[in-house]
């Protein structure tokens, strides 16, 4: 499948005038996105997330390194007609109502009538924004209708490319749910989103490939189903002393004490028998034991730790 994402070394860096030191924001970074698939682009804050989403956008230059969106090289112009984004904090002018606003940016886009009112319509329903609220002034609005315009004037140019930061963030878990959904449908519609998100449990709901930025460089990058594989043996006990304990953790490293109950993880299914059999050997109770896939937090967090440590 072709690339519609393509970067190559991309580098950039600041000069802080305060204490006249250079800032490297993305640190070589190479990667690709293929058309028409929700990819995840994680990290912490400051990682280079936003920066990155920029130099693709055309609103700010690299200092090294190329890049390409739908095969055309950063800044062309024939393709900002194709591409669609939407900012951690977006900022409407708050006297407009829903439909003005998407009729503004469907004006800036230069789509006539009376397809542009169409184009309105299905967006504003793509989105699941209340019809009654159409025509309130935005100022009303609350957090998740704002979220629900933003994406709905995302989609006014029926993009090819949709860059979307942060899209679920601050919402109540109805409107994070339903939000989520409307990412996944603008995915399966065929276009390609790239989403930068803190929300790990969205992003692997939805996403089939991930990279894990850090200190502006790439550090991991794969399918989620991939990066996930891999099933720990948890087993819950309780009646267990702090002697047995400490072999546990002499065992298998990490143990969780809590309330008198004793969690073990272990990623070594071959060292099950052994804990079992020491738990039972020391009179304690086995309350569970149950495989538990890996989570994308516990990989994001293992390679931010890891990356952190370098």
């Given at each position: ?22 800032i ?7 990667l ?11 990290g ?30 950063l ?18 002018y ?10 503004f940016?469907g004006?800036?886009?230069?789509i006539s009538?009376?397809d ?21 002034p ?41 939000l ?12 390609t989103?790239?989403l ?7 992003v ?9 930025i850090?200190?502006g ?25 702090n ?38 050997g ?10 538990h ?8 967090v293992e ?8």
């Amino acid at each position: 499948m072709a690339a519609a994402i393509s970067i190559q070394g991309l580098t950039k860096k600041y000069l802080d005038v305060w204490n006249k030191a250079e800032i490297t924001a993305v640190d070589n970074l190479t990667l690709e996105v293929e058309e028409g698939e929700i990819f995840g682009f994680l990290g912490r804050n400051g990682a280079g997330k936003t920066t990155t989403i920029k130099i693709l956008l055309g609103l700010i230059f690299p200092t090294e390194g190329t890049a390409t969106v739908l095969g055309k090289p950063l800044g062309d112009i024939a393709i900002k007609s194709q591409v669609s984004y939407l900012p951690e904090n977006p900022y409407f002018y708050e006297s407009m109502s829903g439909w003005d606003l998407l009729d503004f940016y469907g004006r800036l886009f230069r789509i006539s009538e009376p397809d542009r009112s169409k184009r309105i319509t299905k967006c504003l329903e793509d989105v699941r924004l209340d019809p009654k609220a159409w025509r309130r002034p935005i100022r009303g609005y609350s957090k998740g209708m704002l979220q629900r315009v933003g994406i709905a004037q995302a989609l006014i140019n029926d993009p090819k490319v949709l860059f979307l930061d942060e899209p679920t963030s601050g919402l109540d878990p109805i409107a994070h749910a339903e939000l989520r959904e409307i990412v996944a449908n603008v995915g399966k519609a065929g276009k390609t989103v790239f989403l930068s998100s803190h929300q790990l449990d969205d992003v692997q709901r939805v996403c089939s490939r991930i990279s894990i930025i850090h200190a502006g460089k790439l550090r991991v990058t794969g399918r989620i189903d991939e990066l996930t594989a891999g099933e720990k043996v948890e087993i819950q006990a309780d009646g267990i002393s702090n002697g047995v304990v400490a072999k546990l953790k002499e065992l298998v490293g990490a143990v969780e004490e809590n309330n008198n109950i004793v969690r073990i993880a272990s990623t070594d299914t071959d060292k099950v028998s052994d804990i079992i059999d020491l738990i039972r050997g020391a009179k304690g109770r086995i309350i569970s034991i149950e495989p538990h896939r890996r989570t994308l937090e516990e990989v994001f967090v293992e390679t931010v730790m890891k990356a952190g440590g370098e």
